[in-house]
């Protein structure tokens, strides 16, 4: 299945992003493989940059280390796909400043969701960063379920038990973006986390 064959945004209502950089993920993939899926906050500012993007992309390089610190051994994007775990970003479009509004995270909920149908075996999902947490709850409230993910600090929450339709939901911390490597906290915390999801899926 070719997800970018699945899914698109035809409207583009928002305002606060730049569409000149819209990605849907162009990856070849069996859906029934998939157990885990990771999602991120936005398109990169260059789509050179983005997890499918050839060569080395920087969604790549901080991802692979992120998954490293959690004590997997893998090298590429594929390698990741080939263990069962999909990556995606909740907003397709780049950001055009350092937040992106509510409605827009709202707006691209409703893609995200025809994206996580696609999979039907999913056992866990890694929420990176507040603007998926807010998009997976979205989702969550419109199926009649309830927030998922409480207010609150993520380091403050992040060790509770959170469920959504029986399979494990795990909020952390962004693992793309400059932060990832001055943060060593939040580094730590995201390879916990990472490392729990596979244990979950």
Same mark, same amino acid.
């Given at each position: 299945?070719r997800v970018?064959?699945?899914l698109?945004?035809n409207?583009?209502?928002?305002?606060d992003v730049?569409k000149a950089v819209?990605?849907?993920?162009?990856?070849?993939?069996?859906p029934?493989?998939?157990?885990?899926?990771?999602?991120s906050e936005?398109?990169?500012?260059?789509?050179d940059?983005?997890?499918?993007?050839p060569?080395?992309?920087s +969604?790549?390089r901080?991802?692979v280390l992120?998954?490293?610190d959690?004590?997997?051994?893998?090298? $590429?994007i594929?390698? =990741?796909? @080939?263990?069962?775990?999909?990556?995606t970003?909740?907003?397709?479009?780049g950001?055009?400043g350092?937040g992106?509004?509510?409605?827009t995270i709202?707006?691209?909920s409703y893609?995200?969701?025809?994206?996580?149908?696609?999979?039907?075996?999913?056992?866990?999902?890694?929420l990176m960063?507040?603007v998926?947490?807010?998009? +997976?709850?979205?989702?969550?409230?419109?199926?009649g379920?309830?927030?998922?993910i409480?207010?609150? $600090?993520?380091?403050? =929450?992040? @060790?509770?038990?959170f469920?959504y339709?029986?399979?494990?939901?795990?909020p952390?911390y962004?693992?793309?973006?400059?932060?990832f490597?001055i943060?060593k906290s939040k580094?730590?915390m995201?390879?916990?986390d990472?490392?729990?999801?596979?244990k979950?899926?």
């Amino acid at each position: 299945m070719r997800v970018d064959d699945h899914l698109a945004c035809n409207t583009f209502p928002c305002g606060d992003v730049n569409k000149a950089v819209y990605l849907i993920p162009q990856v070849d993939i069996e859906p029934e493989t998939i157990s885990v899926v990771m999602i991120s906050e936005a398109a990169p500012e260059k789509p050179d940059d983005y997890y499918y993007a050839p060569g080395d992309p920087s +969604f790549q390089r901080t991802t692979v280390l992120a998954f490293q610190d959690a004590g997997i051994g893998v090298s $590429s994007i594929q390698d =990741i796909l @080939n263990l069962g775990v999909y990556l995606t970003t909740t907003v397709k479009c780049g950001k055009t400043g350092y937040g992106i509004q509510s409605g827009t995270i709202k707006e691209c909920s409703y893609l995200l969701e025809r994206e996580l149908a696609l999979f039907p075996n999913i056992k866990a999902y890694l929420l990176m960063g507040d603007v998926a947490i807010k998009a +997976f709850n979205y989702i969550a409230v419109r199926e009649g379920v309830g927030k998922v993910i409480p207010a609150g $600090s993520t380091y403050k =929450i992040r @060790n509770q038990v959170f469920t959504y339709r029986g399979k494990r939901v795990f909020p952390s911390y962004l693992q793309v973006g400059p932060s990832f490597n001055i943060e060593k906290s939040k580094r730590r915390m995201i390879a916990e986390d990472i490392a729990a999801a596979m244990k979950a899926g």
